[in-house]
């Protein structure tokens, strides 16, 4: 493997981070020489061996920095570095999916200190209140000396493309909820935390039950659709009422027709099937597992049905059981269960009024 290298004078421009990454837009400084004037500044016409400027190929970048985003790791406990989730991508989940349904990415070398000029940015950005208040406090590792350069999913705003992004979560129950469950996982943990933001007087989260989007069931599909058009993206919330039930009813047949979903609800079946309580955490099918529990699911939407909708899985580093998340992975099943969250048998005092709609499978 040739090791892209990202040219020394390249500037960063924020675009977005999570919990884990922070992702930016770069620009690559000119790639071919000065043809304004000589080389080495000397040349009289003398030398019958000079080459002029104008006569060496211009230099071009490697096409694989075009249409791509540069992702830098966090320094969390637990993070790997770039090079091992690159490796991982391309050795172990690359196979599980079709090229056409993967986020692309390639490893990149860094220039030197570009992390430590980025670092002071997020300082800045944090002193003026550029950055969430939940992602302030931790910054991009400075002991990794790869990025990763990913496929930018961007719509084309000019071209009517909008773009839908949402983590589809748990599409199978967790292998060690009861059998009694009126809950998924997905829903169990959100209704916990919704307790949670209720006893604190604080707004609770509306989420949506990655159930409902496999049922193959175009009321549970339209239902979670609904949520997620309305909660994870800007872009639809400024269409009108008829536009936001045309764009609703495609996604719904999408979701219905493609395969996409369905293959990672058949590998979070596969690779766990004892559950977290009882399998080995450092297993690698149960490490991918949980990475695909946590994947984001991109749909680029074309403005009109003739073009196809580019549905894309991306966020898939790997997930690592050190420093203290197999502890963490276990301990909150434990507190689901012991809890009643699975079953709706929870004590919540400040339980919210109103009919609950359970999960079906």
Known sequence: MVLLELPISTSLEFLDEGGANVVYRYSLPPPSPNISADLDGDDDGSDPNHISPTDIPAIHYDPVFEGRLLR?????????????SYRYFRDVLSIKFSPEHLVAQDLVKLPVNIVRKYNMQLRVDEEHGRRLKKRCGLYLANDDPHGILMMDMTPNAEKGEILIEFKPKWLVQSPSAPISSRRCRTCALQAQR????????????????????????????????????????????????LRLKKLQRRLVTYFIQNPLLGRLQQLQQYLDKDGVLRTDLKSMDFLTAMTIRDCTLYLKIPPTDASPIDARI???????????????????????????????????????????VWCTD
């Not at 307790?195 to 069931?217: I, T």
């Not at 005092?349 to 009919?355: C, F, S």
């Open 72 to 84: 830098l790791g966090k320094a969390l406990p637990s993070r790997v570095s770039n090079e091992q």
């Open 194 to 241: 919704n307790a949670d933001h209720r006893a604190k007087k604080e707004k609770e989260e509306k989420s949506f039950c990655p159930l409902d989007l496999v049922s193959n069931d175009r009321t549970r599909v339209a239902r979670a659709m609904n949520i997620i058009m309305i909660s994870c993206n800007n872009q639809t919330q400024a269409m009108s009422p």
């Open 314 to 356: 991306g966020d898939l580093d790997l997930k690592s059981p050190a420093e203290g998340k197999a502890e963490y992975w276990r301990s909150l099943e434990r507190s689901l269960i012991d809890g009643g969250w699975y079953t709706g048998t929870e004590n919540d005092t400040y339980q919210k009024q109103g009919d609950t």
